[in-house]
């Protein structure tokens, strides 16, 4: 069916559409895309008549008729080949990503950037606003899009508005650096409700809020122009049954035993899964484990070390550096430490399907997830999930999201190269048995809080606000 004239009391806007495009042969379709908030939202929306997802295909150019794929109603907005490089490449992603990732490569200020990315702000609020039925519920997502719960409360002060921020909010003197700073925060105050994925992120914007606009905060309950808004943290979970489900499926259970033997079955197996990003420590890690082989506290003959690093915003400055940093490396440890018909590190530069990650994860020992910087990081806690023995060590990132809930994780600083050595070497001498009871306890957690309850909390919440 589709979207048309019709009005639609649950919308919710992201700056990807659900959906991404797959060709076959010549044929192309829309597939469901991965990912959290994908699954986190069906339950609401997939199959739900009054339910409607705006947002960008992926692929530039003016907005295309509304579709449905499995259920989800989809109602595409345009985004130019210019506005592509000036809103998304950059204002989203080398003002706003590196901004709030503590400013890990120096953002950069452009107005004309900034210029873009108000006008694409206003497409979205301008559609949300003619989709929305009188009083619904929106909720709209991410860092692409901070200015539209503003511009939809003037435009449609009928609404109920919540906002998710799914990377950090970071600490108020960073954040103050930002040029457009006020008009930010005014367009996000236009929510009622603005979830963050840790305490520490929405301490951060109440400070932000308060220095900037003056506005009296009650705890997280801001008062400003008139209106009341809330802040609150929701910590994003995965799709838990799903990812359970596939790591107890036979043909994932054989394709991880080919995999264990491909490398040739090796005592250890170390796996690391990213987007390609500055962001997520890759090379910290390659680095210890270097040094880990150059020291002989790891060996060769027992260790391998898996990197899947999927391809991401190559356009964008700090990225294609990356990769040439990490690919450097991995040549390196290969080079001086590999066997003939044999490397240390395994690499691929390609995204991989959940199925062909699960088996991944079936196999590691120990996964290593070292981010400098992460709002969640959601392969942590699929890691997790994948491990029915309750076996497997979790190397983790105190500087992730996930690191405020999976406490019983191996907690690392990845500023701290030697603190990672050591707890790389701990967990290659560790027995299964011993890494039970920390597992045990982080898939309490994981199973506790899946993708679902988090939106089920979030909306209640938004339900609940005055
Ligand atoms: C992060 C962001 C998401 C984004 C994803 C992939 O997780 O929080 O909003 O969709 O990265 O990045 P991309 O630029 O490909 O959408």
Redesign the pocket.
């Known amino acids: 069916m589709a979207a048309g004239k019709q009005k639609w009391s649950f919308v919710v806007a992201?700056?990807?559409l659900p959906v991404r495009r797959v060709w076959e042969g010549d044929t192309a379709q829309w597939v469901p895309s991965p990912?959290g908030?994908v699954s986190a939202l069906r339950p609401v929306m997939s199959g739900n008549p009054d339910a409607v997802w705006a947002g960008w295909t992926g692929v530039p150019g003016p907005g295309t008729e509304p579709f449905e794929v499995d259920g989800f109603q989809c109602h595409p907005v345009g985004v130019s080949q210019g506005e592509l490089q000036l809103f998304?490449e950059g204002f989203?992603?080398a003002t706003l990503w590196p901004l709030f990732h503590d400013a890990l490569v120096p953002p950069e200020y452009h107005r004309t950037w900034w210029d873009a990315y108000r006008t694409v702000n206003q497409r979205y609020a301008a559609t949300v606003a003619d989709l929305a039925a009188p009083g619904a519920t929106v909720w709209i997502?991410?860092?692409?899009l901070l200015l539209v719960p503003g511009l939809l409360r003037a435009a449609r002060p009928d609404l109920r508005i919540g906002f998710f921020l799914?990377?950090p909010f970071p600490a108020r003197e960073l954040y103050i650096r930002l040029p457009w700073r006020a008009e930010i925060i005014d367009g996000l105050l236009g929510a009622d409700l603005i979830g963050l994925q840790t305490p520490l992120g929405a301490d951060n914007f109440c400070r932000a809020v308060n220095r900037i606009t003056g506005a009296k905060t009650t705890g997280r309950v801001i008062q400003h122009n008139g209106r009341t808004s809330q802040a609150g943290a929701f910590p994003i979970g995965i799709d838990t049954d799903r990812i359970a489900g596939l790591a107890a499926d036979p043909a994932v259970q054989a394709r991880a035993a080919e995999i264990h033997e491909t490398l040739g079955s090796p005592r250890t197996v170390l796996l690391g899964v990213d987007?390609l990003d500055y962001t997520k420590g890759i090379e910290v890690r390659l680095r210890a484990f270097r040094e880990l082989l150059a020291e002989g506290r790891l060996s060769v003959d027992d260790c391998v070390l898996v990197q899947i690093a999927e391809p991401?915003?190559s356009q964008v400055t700090g990225y294609a550096e990356v990769r040439r940093e990490v690919e450097q490396m991995v040549g390196d440890v290969n080079g001086n430490f590999g066997v003939m018909g044999r490397p240390v590190v395994h690499y691929l530069h390609q995204s991989q399907p959940i199925e062909e990650l699960v088996a991944m994860y079936l196999i590691a020992d120990i996964m290593l997830v070292t981010p400098l910087r992460d709002?969640m990081n959601l392969v942590a806690k699929e890691y997790v999930a994948s491990r029915p023995d309750n076996t497997g060590v979790l190397v983790l990132s105190e500087f992730t999201g996930a690191a405020q809930e999976l406490r019983t994780a191996e907690l690392i600083n990845p500023h701290d190269i030697e603190s990672l050595k050591t707890a790389m070497e701990a967990a290659a001498h560790r027995t299964g048995a011993d890494t039970v009871p920390a597992m045990r306890a982080m898939r309490r957690v994981v199973r506790s809080n899946t993708a679902q309850r988090w939106a089920e909390r979030f909306l209640a919440r938004l339900e609940a606000c005055e």
């Open positions: 992201a700056n990807r990912g908030l998304y989203s992603n997502h991410d860092y692409h799914h990377i987007r991401s915003r709002g």
